[in-house]
């Protein structure tokens, strides 16, 4: 039963792979499905049963993860097949049954054009020192900017870079850097207990995976207060959402101390969304990206993050651009459609102004053009 599980396993992450599925979800007594360009679709396949969950489980799990899996209702691992690539899973309880979800991650690491991201994030990758936050919703391409980020600096500068990850994702070869990659729950307890451990090993850059907690925060930013240069993400939409969410990790009484420390060390907070291509082949990232400066530092110390989004999209001579700023531009490109952008702007009546004179629009949900 566990070579045909196997085989079973296979052949939908084949499926998964050939047709561009991001995530393949298994899901006892419903037919697998994927997730193309933003999209749930079900295969045409019977519905899987609970003996087919248990044999993927034990194809990707070791006991020791079945264990903790067991304990606890859901697990996090990477889990490679040859000749497919890698992919990170995801195993939990829904209605006291197994499901799976499992993400496919791109063996190759794509640079900045090729990804479609503004290049001033090369500018803010070689920063010397403090925070950088890559933020979205889950599924938004945080792990692939953050990847493509490390090789910028792989690429091009002599240091110790050492990541931090649940599970590790994209795997880095060293190039002029060396690349530490540790996986929680394999290599070490979880983040807090790497984040103190991560000082005795000579680190330039670190990567923390993702802030989850209060007390993981305070190991994030006391490491870029230590003067290395640190990036971590979050799942939030905007900067603004980004700095709320970080206070309230906290309580009342330490909101000014950590907003000071907000202030000190952020250095770059890029945040993305993933946006259908007009040819409907893929999607494009619409990106908002602050950078912080003596403005942006005294609105967050004093707790007057509404009028951050005012100041980067007056920023945009130092690099910074508003998600607006990025639909505009995407759409001046030809790379979006009207409607798609409207929908995935904050304000989409600002966003058709600002369009007014320069665009006209072709048919309903056209593609707006010069």
Same mark, same amino acid.
């Given at each position: 039963?566990?070579? *045909? ?44 049963? =609970? ?6 489980? /034990?194809?990707?799990?070791? #006991?020791?993860?079945?264990? $903790? ?18 992919? #990170? ?9 197994? &499901?799976?979800?499992? #993400? ?6 794509? !640079?900045?054009? &090729? ?10 990758? !070689? ?30 500068? @002599? ?9 590790? *994702? ?18 070490? @307890? ?5 984040? #103190? ?14 802030? @989850?907690?209060?007390?993981?925060? =305070? ?5 870029? *207060? ?13 900067? +603004?959402? $980004? ?42 990232? &619409? ?19 509404? =009028? ?6 007056? /920023?945009?001579?130092?690099? +910074? =651009?508003?998600?607006? +700023? ?10 979006? @459609? ?5 929908? &995935?702007?904050?304000?989409?009546? *600002?966003?058709?102004?600002? +369009?007014? /004179? ?13």
């Amino acid at each position: 039963m566990a070579e *045909e599980g196997t085989s079973k396993l296979r052949k939908l992450l084949g499926y998964a792979v050939k047709n561009g599925a991001s995530d393949l979800h298994l899901t006892i007594g419903t037919a697998p499905a994927v997730r193309i360009d933003g999209e749930i679709r079900f295969l045409p396949a019977d519905p899987l049963t =609970q003996s087919d969950l248990e044999s993927f489980l /034990g194809e990707m799990m070791s #006991r020791e993860q079945r264990a $903790t899996f067991d304990d606890r209702g859901d697990f996090d691992l990477a889990h490679g097949v040859p000749g497919l690539g890698r992919f #990170r899973v995801n195993s939990l309880r829904q209605r006291g049954f197994i &499901a799976i979800v499992m #993400r496919h991650v791109k063996s190759k690491i794509l !640079d900045f054009d &090729a990804l479609n991201l503004p290049p001033v994030l090369g500018r803010i990758a !070689d920063m010397p020192r403090g925070l950088v936050l890559i933020t979205g919703t889950t599924g938004s391409g945080k792990s692939t900017t953050l990847a493509s980020m490390v090789d910028w600096i792989n690429q091009r500068k @002599r240091m110790h870079i050492v990541t931090l990850e649940d599970p590790i *994702e994209y795997l880095h070869s060293n190039k002029k850097s060396i690349v530490t990659q540790r996986e929680v729950a394999i290599d070490t @307890r979880d983040f807090l207990a790497a984040l #103190r451990a991560v000082m005795r090993e000579d680190p330039d850059v670190i990567l923390v995976g993702e802030m @989850r907690d209060a007390e993981t925060f =305070q190991a994030t930013i006391s490491a870029a *207060e230590t003067g290395h240069l640190v990036f971590s993400t979050l799942h939030t939409t905007n900067v +603004m959402l $980004t700095i709320d969410r970080i206070m309230d990790m906290f309580p009342s009484n330490m909101h000014d101390q950590v907003r000071a420390q907000i202030a000190l060390q952020l250095r770059a907070c890029i945040s993305q969304r993933l946006i259908q291509s007009a040819d409907g082949k893929g999607r494009v990232p &619409a990106v908002e990206v602050m950078i912080s400066n003596p403005g942006i530092a005294g609105l967050i110390r004093e707790n007057n993050v509404k =009028q951050i989004p005012n100041a980067i999209s007056g /920023g945009g001579e130092e690099g +910074m =651009q508003s998600f607006n +700023m990025s639909l505009a531009m995407l759409l001046r490109q030809r790379l979006i @459609r009207e409607d798609d952008a409207m929908i &995935a702007s904050d304000n989409p009546d *600002e966003l058709r102004m600002n +369009m007014q /004179g320069i665009f006209l629009t072709q048919g309903r949900g056209g593609i707006l053009k010069r």
